[in-house]
């Protein structure tokens, strides 16, 4: 079956009792036994909910994996996969990663024992030489957020098996419409479903996919254990989105490309980091790795007050955190997304005080362009 039916059928059978095509808001805490030992396999919510289970059926079909989790955040899906690492092992990590990721390796994680270093992933002799006897998961995001690095998964997982460790990726930007990191070699991947998953900026989730039978079995008694999972109403909300998963996608791309191209030609802007531009450095992977470039753009302005004069001059997109909704955002990822991650470090990854990211939303693309343009006058 093709993508848009997947999304639109998968987990969303009708529901047995009333014939509703969509999947109904099973907002309860616990469900009546038949008999002691005999359940209709819901005990209690913490454990299972017929809507979230419809959910992660859902998103693991997208992603072709036959394991999906679906947790409170994406932060607790990545926490909840990073204890498949024990104290005293050892983690590579994507540079220019998001955040608050970063965060939870260096302020979290650290005092756990669990040992990490920062790798260029999109530099594979770099990964090579930076794998140690103890080095079992590679953590990476692609294209990175926000300066839009990517990086060869196919690659990096035949380099990382070799080596006997894990390889997760977060594909909060592409999603499964335009990436799927288990086909291409990858061992798990997460999302933050508060993105273009759920596409509506109305919750927020994570989500962890992966076709490994023994690690399904750990991140599934790690999500019943710790209990950061996604609400029924939540679930409901994300499964309404991935319906629309395929449409969204298109329009993000196809006005991306148009928002990086103004942005490419406009003499305000010192340079666009976005890997449909010819000029990206890893144009050519992405063409080959991915079937569309999305919506996310991130440019140079020069400097802080040039930011900011864009950033509060905007009447269209909306200044805020997050991104993948239907509107377009834009923010500022050095003191937002990425004001945890120290100074020096964000000026060499290109996070500089005048780099603006928009999330580029699925209004016409003129009008999104024209505010863009009157708020760089």
Wanted: glycine share 10%.
């Amino acid at each position: 079956m093709g993508f848009s039916t997947i999304a639109i059928h998968a987990g969303n059978e009708p529901d047995p009792a009333t014939g509703a095509v969509s999947v109904p808001i099973y907002q309860t805490s616990t469900y009546a036994q038949d008999g002691l030992g005999r359940h209709k396999g819901y005990e209690y919510a913490r454990t299972q909910n017929p809507t979230r289970t419809a959910l992660e059926k859902n998103i693991a079909a997208l992603e072709n994996a036959r394991f999906g989790f679906a947790f409170a955040s994406g932060m607790s899906a990545i926490d909840s996969v990073l204890k498949l690492v024990k104290a005293g092992e050892h983690v590579l990590l994507g540079d220019n990663t998001y955040g608050g990721t970063f965060r939870l390796f260096d302020r979290v994680l650290r005092n756990y024992g669990v040992e990490f270093d920062l790798v260029d992933s999109s530099d594979l002799s770099e990964f090579e030489n930076a794998f140690k006897p103890n080095t079992k998961m590679v953590f990476v995001e692609t294209p990175t957020n926000p300066v839009m690095t990517v990086t060869d998964l196919a690659a990096v997982a035949e380099l990382s098996h070799a080596r006997g460790a894990k390889v997760v990726c977060d594909n909060t930007f592409m999603s499964p419409y335009f990436q799927r990191p288990l086909d291409l070699g990858c061992d798990i991947v997460v999302h933050s479903t508060t993105k273009y998953l759920n596409g509506h900026s109305d919750s927020v989730g994570g989500f962890a996919a992966l076709n490994d039978e023994k690690d399904a079995e750990w991140i599934g008694f790690i999500q019943n254990s710790i209990g950061a999972i996604l609400s029924p109403m939540d679930s409901f909300l994300v499964l309404r989105g991935t319906k629309t998963l395929a449409v969204r996608m298109e329009a993000h791309d196809r006005n991306g490309r148009q928002v990086a191209n103004f942005l490419a030609e406009h003499p305000r802007v010192e340079k666009v980091y976005y890997p449909g531009l010819a000029s990206h450095p890893q144009h050519e992977l992405a063409k080959r790795q991915q079937s569309g470039f999305g919506g996310m753009v991130a440019f140079e302005t020069g400097s802080l007050e040039n930011a900011k004069k864009v950033l509060e001059g905007v009447k269209l997109c909306t200044l805020g955190e997050s991104l993948g909704g239907v509107e377009s955002l834009i923010s500022h990822p050095a003191s937002m997304t990425h004001a945890s991650v120290p100074e020096e470090r964000r000026s060499q990854l290109g996070i500089t005080d005048g780099l603006v990211r928009i999330s580029v939303g699925i209004e016409d693309a003129e009008d999104i362009i024209a505010d863009l343009d009157q708020a760089l006058a």
